[in-house]
């Protein structure tokens, strides 16, 4: 069983920047594809970015990219999204999540969650 603990998000004026971590207890995070998923209230669950198990293949979802950064230390069994240039719409409970087989950008492929954390942009 893999535990996925979120952390870092707050309220941030638009334009800045936030760094979210999550980390893993139980097993290592390097046998798994790891991504950050987002919900804003009222909407879908959606993809953010993915990580391939060994970092070599990094996908971001259109509306994020060029601003937000994954990456990933195996040492410290943590991911991170670095998010820059936020904007209000950008507003959202953030997820990390973790695929023991496939890799990919759909939600229905990560076997393990964490709980959330909420990142707040301000206009």
């Known amino acids: 069983q893999v535990q996925l603990v979120e952390s870092g998000g707050g309220l941030v004026q638009a334009g800045g920047s936030l760094r979210l971590s999550c980390t893993t207890s139980g097993r290592t995070i390097s046998g798994y594809h790891m991504g950050w998923f987002r919900q804003a209230p009222g909407k879908d669950r959606e993809f953010v970015a993915a990580?391939?198990?060994?970092?070599?293949?990094?996908n971001y979802a259109d509306s994020v990219k060029g601003r937000f950064t994954i990456s990933r230390d195996n040492a410290k069994n943590t991911v991170y999204l670095q998010m820059n240039s936020l904007k209000p719409e950008d507003t959202a409970v953030y997820y990390c999540?973790?695929?023991?087989?496939?890799?990919?950008?759909?939600?229905?492929?990560?076997?393990?969650w964490g709980q959330g954390t909420q990142v707040t942009v301000s206009s």
């Open positions: 990580m391939s198990r060994s970092g070599s293949t990094v």
């Open positions: 999540a973790a695929s023991t087989g496939y890799y990919g950008s759909n939600y229905s492929i990560y076997n393990y």
